[in-house]
């Protein structure tokens, strides 16, 4: 239908008079006044004479400009008004024919018998009473004028069109009998040929149904259930034992009650149609006595024998053999088996039905019967069921089909649907190689892949939607070919897509323009819901001229078996993926780089390129990386792997105390920074130690990550917050295991369509690709433990004093723990000397009280305070800086020197007390 309005061509514009040229014409007066002035020859007074005689030219040069210019206007404006007309005549034919192709008289049905539903009428149902003057869709802007406005009447009115009225209200045609009595057959006939007997029953007397003709009819019996029942009779009869009424009647009689429709006929084909609304003049059909025998003969014929069977197996049909194409009978027409050949009239192909109308059947059966005449090596399948996961189960034991993806396995569909791109790239690649244009020419065989609810996946993977339109795009010649089951193409199927599969077959859908856009027409919506219209499908070819009707064969299990059977022998298709990555792989199995810089991490899986590299690290030109995950997802077993591949590597032991002195020595550059630095658990080392020395260790981490410049670091973690994040964040590479919510797996840096909360462990997200992290036991390469305690203290000085609560207690152990001591409490007038070291014991607030004593052991001795009177440090150490990390309650005290400064003792006496 055209949208646009019919632009009408403005009334021309009178041409303007041209301006008389008197400037022009002075000149030569003028001019030759002068010259005769000067010359004094009365001849130069003849130059004087141009002057008017151009005037007088330019006149008539104007006057004629004119003329050429109106004839010229005049003769555009006729042609756009022919042009206009032609228009309007071209779009009144389009529109009458459409009204005609949707409203068929019975001229009209029997030039082009129309496609029934099974549907079930309503009163709503219209009938074609005659044509005549309808209102148009067409309009006209442009011009105002009388015959613009008399050009815009005419838009608006379509002659000779379909006029249609409720059939629930009734039809009373009154007129002379031999003319209401045509009048009368020619609506019951249509009727007939429009709707099939299980929709609509004629009834009324018999002997009347005779008398016109119409007894022969297939829809004159009882009425069905479900179906419409018109009663055919005299208006005497009344409205009575049926649904709509057509009745007839003289010119005089009156209308029964509740007919809303009389059609006074005064003469054949010239009638007056009333309704509440209108009174119109039309032309009504009619059909003789002999023509309805004719018509009814032929409709009962046609309904003896079913146009189509009521269920057919996939046994029943003959499949055809092709050396060129995929043909595969795939169910029974009206007159034969109908064979779809998806190399030949696809290379693509789109099934569309609604739940329960057997379109998993119809894949089935489709690939089956493909299956039947080709072997593994002409042809394999790739089956996406997004239904549930069963649909195809049934197809598993055939060899030609070399895989099943499923919605049940989420992770697995993606890497599978993925992989098709590469097999693209590998067909293309093989093509090349042969110097073939084709598959045929290059050995390879055909791979048609199935979906079974298309929608679904696309609404769970929305971005594989391309990999499919690039399939669509290249897949004639590479031998790929999609058929594509959903339940609805509007919105799924985009235009780049569909515009490649020209295959369409559609069982029935829910609303006409999903029918229209599949096959043309409305006839897949007009298809009758239930189980009789289960496997009744619409087929349209891209040679056929409308659609097709077809029940689909059924596949049993088994005609499976015999399938299989036949191709026993015959090697299974190869699956166009890779295996997936196993859920363990130890480093043996790899191809460890024990040798250079390259460190393996494990094994990638790239299922776009069909590749499946080992992850290497490249010691000393690499950053680093972190790995982050929950507990028990393999962090630990990733560093244990790569330790055993370079045993010269720091790794960093969980103790407080130890990393911090590792860290410390590499700062103060008493030790190199090495070419490998691990850590496990990064963010729980610097948690376990109090705010301030945890504040100071990541500081060193941040200094030693930042300006180690040959050194790589692996370093893990569960959480990449806090003092810890600033860290990891130095790193640029990132390794994501399973986390504990999908909040934890965005906040560390991945996408939450990447979050699995089933990932097994030592699976992680590694550079935009599964990787299976390498494993190794932990009795082939332990990770560190707790540093061993250094040497117990022993008194290095005459005089030593010892800060800690309990005094006491402490004195009485520390006696007996260093008998070669002389352990006693502070006393002010106890001699500081003796024949043997002292120790002298007291709380803080005691050392307070006798500071003097307290400097003169500074000055000459040495200092000792427990690591539970930090505050202390501060208080009578006089030390600013932060100590090193010791433990509380395991015996470690800060011993402070003259010469040595601050460093970490332990005391075996006192672990466990004071």
């Given at each position: 239908m055209d949208s646009l309005p019919i632009v009408l061509p403005a009334e021309p514009v009178e041409p303007k008079r041209p301006p008389v040229p008197f400037m022009a014409a002075l000149v030569p007066v003028v001019a030759g006044v002068i010259l005769w002035l000067v010359t004094g020859a009365l001849l130069a007074l003849c130059f004087s004479a141009l002057g008017p005689v151009m005037v007088c030219a330019s006149l008539i040069d104007g006057a004629r400009v004119r003329r050429v210019a109106r004839t010229r206007a005049r003769s555009e404006h006729d042609a756009a008004w022919a042009q206009a007309e032609d228009d309007l005549r071209r779009r009144h034919a389009d529109e009458r024919e459409r009204q005609r192709r949707r409203f068929p008289d019975v001229?009209?049905?029997?030039?082009?018998?129309?496609?029934?539903?099974?549907?079930?009428?309503?009163?709503?149902?219209?009938?074609?009473?005659?044509?005549g003057d309808r209102p148009s869709t067409v309009r006209a802007t442009g011009a105002d004028s009388t015959r613009a406005r008399e050009f815009q009447e005419r838009c608006g009115t379509l002659t000779d069109a379909p006029v249609t009225v409720p059939l629930g209200g009734g039809v009373c045609v009154r007129g002379a009998a031999p003319v209401r009595a045509a009048v009368v057959r020619a609506l019951a006939a249509q009727l007939c040929l429009r709707f099939s007997p299980a929709q609509l029953a004629l009834t009324g007397e018999r002997d009347a149904l005779a008398a016109l003709g119409l007894d022969g009819f297939p829809h004159v019996s009882a009425a069905r259930h479900g179906g419409l029942r018109v009663r055919i009779g005299s208006a005497s009869e009344g409205v009575r034992d049926a649904d709509a009424v057509i009745c007839f009647a003289g010119l005089d009689e009156d209308v029964p009650d509740g007919v809303t429709t009389v059609l006074d006929v005064t003469e054949p084909r010239r009638a007056e149609l009333r309704t509440p609304s209108t009174v119109l003049r039309v032309e009504a059909e009619g059909v003789s006595f002999d023509q309805a025998c004719g018509i009814a003969a032929s409709a009962a014929a046609g309904a003896e024998s079913p146009a189509l069977p009521d269920s057919i197996a996939l046994a029943d049909l003959s499949q055809p053999t092709s050396d060129a194409g995929l043909p595969a009978a795939l169910g029974r027409g009206e007159s034969d088996d109908v064979v779809l050949d998806i190399v030949e009239d696809g290379p693509h192909a789109i099934v569309?039905?609604?739940?329960?109308?057997?379109?998993?059947?119809?894949?089935?059966?489709?690939v089956?019967?493909?299956?039947?005449?080709?072997?593994?090596?002409?042809?394999?399948?790739?089956?996406?069921d997004f239904k549930?996961?069963?649909?195809?189960?049934?197809?598993?034991?055939?060899?030609?089909?070399?895989?099943?993806?499923?919605?049940?396995?989420?992770?697995?569909?993606?890497?599978?649907?993925?992989?098709?791109?590469?097999?693209?790239?590998?067909?293309?690649?093989?093509?090349a190689s042969a110097g073939a244009r084709d598959v045929g020419s290059a050995g390879l065989s055909r791979l048609v892949i199935v979906v079974d609810e298309f929608a679904a996946l696309v609404q769970e993977h929305p971005d594989l939607a391309a990999v499919f339109t690039d399939i669509a795009a290249r897949g004639r010649a590479l031998g790929m070919h999609l058929i594509l089951g959903t339940q609805r193409a509007s919105g799924v199927i985009r235009d780049a897509l569909a515009a490649n599969c020209p295959l369409r077959v559609s069982l029935r859908v829910a609303e006409a323009s999903e029918s229209r856009l599949m096959l043309g027409t409305d006839a897949a919506a007009e298809l009758a819901g239930g189980a009789p219209s289960r496997g009744l499908a619409l087929v349209r070819r891209p040679q056929d001229a409308g659609p097709c009707a077809m029940r689909v064969a059924l596949t049993s299990p088994g005609d499976l078996r015999l399938i299989a059977a036949r191709w026993a022998t015959a090697e299974p298709a190869a699956s166009p993926w890779l295996a997936p990555l196993p859920h363990v792989i130890a480093l043996r199995e790899l191809h460890a780089h024990r040798g250079g810089d390259a460190v393996v991490l494990g094994r990638a899986d790239v299922p776009e390129r069909q590749q499946q590299p080992e992850e290497i690290l490249l010691v000393g030109q690499q950053r680093g990386l972190v790995v982050l995950g929950a507990p028990g997802t393999g962090r630990t077993s990733l560093l244990r792997a790569i330790a055993a591949q370079r045993p010269d590597a720091l790794w960093m032991p969980h103790d407080g105390e130890a990393a911090w002195d590792a860290l410390h020595a590499i700062a103060e550059g008493k030790r190199d920074a090495p070419a490998l630095v691990l850590c496990d658990d990064l963010d729980a080392q610097l948690a376990q130690l109090p705010p301030e020395f945890a504040q100071v260790l990541a500081h060193r981490w941040e200094h030693l990550v930042r300006s180690a410049a040959g050194t790589t670091f692996v370093l893990t973690a569960a959480r990449c917050t806090g003092p810890a994040g600033r860290i990891l964040d130095l790193l640029p590479a990132r390794a994501l295991l399973r986390m504990p919510s999908r909040v934890e797996h965005v906040a560390a840096g991945g996408e939450a369509s990447g979050f699995d909360s089933d990932r097994r462990p030592g699976r992680a997200l590694f550079g935009g690709r599964e990787v299976q992290l390498a494993w190794v036991g932990e009795q082939e390469v332990p990770a560190p433990t707790l540093a061993m305690d250094p040497a117990p203290w022993a008194p290095r000085a005459d005089v030593s004093a010892l800060v800690t609560p309990a005094a006491q207690a402490v004195v009485h152990r520390l006696a007996q723990a260093y008998p070669e001591c002389e352990v006693r409490p502070v006393a002010p007038e106890a001699p500081v000397r003796g024949d043997r070291p002292v120790l002298l014991v007291a709380e803080a607030d005691t050392w307070q009280r006798n500071w003097a004593l307290w400097q003169r052991v500074r000055d000459t001795g040495e200092a000792l305070i427990r690591a539970e009177c930090a505050a202390e440090l501060r208080q009578l150490g006089g030390v600013r800086e932060t100590p090193p990390y010791a433990r509380t309650h395991a015996g470690r005290a800060w011993s402070l020197t003259a010469d040595a400064g601050i460093t970490r003792v332990v005391i075996p006496a006192l672990v466990g007390g004071g």
């Open positions: 001229a009209g049905c029997l030039a082009e018998p129309p496609l029934r539903s099974a549907e079930p009428l309503d009163r709503d149902v219209v009938i074609v009473v005659g044509s569309t039905g609604t739940t329960g109308t057997g379109k998993s059947e119809l894949l089935v059966s489709w089956s019967a493909i299956a039947a005449t080709h072997g593994p090596s002409e042809v394999s399948f790739v089956l996406a549930g996961g069963t649909a195809f189960e049934p197809l598993r034991a055939l060899p030609q089909v070399a895989a099943v993806i499923t919605d049940l396995d989420d992770a697995g569909a993606r890497r599978g649907v993925s992989s098709l791109t590469a097999e693209l790239r590998r067909r293309e690649s093989a093509l």
